[in-house]
């Protein structure tokens, strides 16, 4: 079935250092590309979304690339700050449903 | 616009049991989707309903069932309990209100905890 992969499973940066978190997915037919940020103990959130007709999109800190060939995406944090701290997670969506990776732990280091 | 609500939020049963899980998505959206989510994992994707009926359906056993009425709130409910059935059940609701269309941002709820001992 269609699956996504997320990497790395965690990911610790000096603060202020970029972050880039990659995930691959399976389903051609794919396309909407949503990240989502959950904090400890919190609900996920969303912080940045990306649909197929586009390549890239930035907001502030925050981008993400998307390589529809490769059937990849990634999602890039530049300048990290220790609230970057969290669970992100990123998910492919089709035809309704949303197949999520399995979580990238990014953790900042002072 | 209010958001996603879940009711309870902590919960526990015993080994045996069955529990109900209430989810309130926001004023409009007709899609809410269920997760189950175990300390260190990812989202497990249990169902989603799209006005009053199961659209998609993960891999769970058919302890775990669900439903949405016609307001668009839905329930979900786990039977036979067992103590793997310990997690935090999200809820999450979106708009999809294209048939056919591109999937929509889910917002989720605060989650429910269930414990079974």
């Known amino acids: 079935g269609e699956n996504v992969e997320q990497h790395p499973s965690t990911l610790s940066v000096q603060e202020g250092d970029s972050a880039v978190i990659k995930c691959t997915y399976s389903d051609s037919a794919s396309n909407y590309f949503p990240w989502y940020k959950q904090e400890l103990g919190k609900r996920p959130q969303l912080i940045i979304d990306?649909?197929?007709n586009v390549g890239e999109k930035k907001d502030q800190r925050i981008a993400v690339t998307l390589n529809k060939t490769a059937k990849h995406f990634s999602l890039h944090i530049t300048e990290t700050q220790p609230e970057d701290s969290a669970v992100y997670f990123c998910?492919?969506?089709?035809?309704?449903?949303?197949?999520w990776g399995a979580g990238t732990k990014l953790i900042i280091k002072p | 616009k209010a958001g996603v609500t879940q009711t309870p939020r902590y919960l526990i049963k015993t080994r045996g049991q069955q529990v109900t899980l209430s989810c309130s998505p926001i004023s409009g959206h007709r899609s809410v989707s269920w997760y189950q989510q175990t300390p260190g994992q990812g989202l497990q994707f249990l169902f989603e309903y799209f006005s009053e009926t199961q659209r998609n359906k993960g891999n769970f056993p058919g302890r775990f069932s669900g439903r949405q009425f016609s307001n668009s709130r839905s329930e979900m409910n786990v039977s036979t309990l067992e103590l793997g059935d310990s997690a935090l059940y999200l809820c999450?609701?979106?708009?999809?209100?294209?048939?056919?269309?591109?999937?929509?941002?889910?917002?989720f709820g605060p989650g429910t905890r269930l414990t079974v001992l």
């Open positions: 990306i649909r197929s």
């Open positions: 999450a609701s979106s708009f999809y209100g294209i048939a056919g269309g591109p999937p929509d941002t889910q917002y």
């Open positions: 998910a492919a969506g089709g035809n309704y449903q949303l197949i």
